[in-house]
């Protein structure tokens, strides 16, 4: 079975600085890893993926996500918060052993971006 | 390119009664997938299609059921209706069959059951 954790249900972070929303995995195998953000009303808006390779992984609106595999962990980053950032941030994970599409999600980290 | 989109956005039912819920894949994905997400539960898992095939089934009652057709658009029905089946319904289409594809999801489908 795979899941994913999201330890922390809200993260509160003054605009210009540097945010973190962290997820760790448990997964057979190596994982597929994602990240996704909801706004209100609205579906979710894939962000980045680690699929192999590089540990860091650079996706849209500058967030970034580094791949710790002894850490089982994928944590979301950006150098420089905005307003607008603000949302619902979602990680999923996908087993590479798992035949399907099947996507595990996180219960989810609320992003609040204060001026 | 259009994205994906779901009808309707918004449903009313009431208990007992049986829904209907559909999703047009983006132009060229064969692969669509439904998720329920809910305050409580979060987002889990319903059920994959991949040409027509079921792929993948999460744990949830028979009750939930789906189809994809050939032009790759999908439909799921829900019978019998429960209060707990209110819920925001995401579906998700991807390009290919294999893992490394992203999914991309639509707007949802608000289903309220009353």
């Known amino acids: 079975a795979q899941s994913v954790a999201q330890p922390e249900d809200q993260v509160n972070v003054a605009e210009g600085n540097p945010l973190t929303v962290k997820c760790t995995y448990s997964?057979?195998?190596?994982?597929?890893l994602f990240w996704y953000v909801q706004y209100p009303n609205r579906g979710l808006q894939f962000l980045l993926k680690?699929?192999?390779?590089?540990?860091l992984v650079k996706g849209s609106y500058g967030f970034e996500a580094e791949f710790n595999k002894s850490q089982t962990s994928f944590h979301l980053k950006k150098p420089s918060a905005l307003v607008s950032d603000s949302a619902l941030y979602f990680c999923a994970v996908r087993s590479r052993t798992n035949a399907g599409n099947m996507l595990t999600f996180g219960g989810g980290t609320r992003l609040m971006v204060k001026p | 390119k259009a994205g994906v989109t779901q009808t309707p956005r918004y449903l009313i039912k009431t208990r007992g009664q049986q829904v209907t819920l559909s999703c047009s894949p983006i132009s060229g994905h064969r692969s669509v997938s439904w998720y329920q997400q809910t305050p409580g539960q979060g987002l889990q898992f319903l059920f994959e299609?991949?040409?027509?095939?079921?792929?993948n089934k999460g744990n949830f009652p028979g009750r939930f059921s789906g189809r994809q057709f050939s032009n790759s658009r999908s439909e799921m029905n829900v019978s019998t209706l429960e209060l707990g089946d209110s819920a925001l319904y995401l579906c998700a289409s991807r390009a290919g069959q294999t893992g490394i594809t992203e999914a991309f999801f639509g707007q949802g489908t608000r289903l309220t059951v009353v």
């Open positions: 997964v057979s195998g190596n994982p597929y």
């Open positions: 680690y699929i192999t390779g590089d540990n």
């Open positions: 299609y991949f040409s027509e095939t079921q792929r």
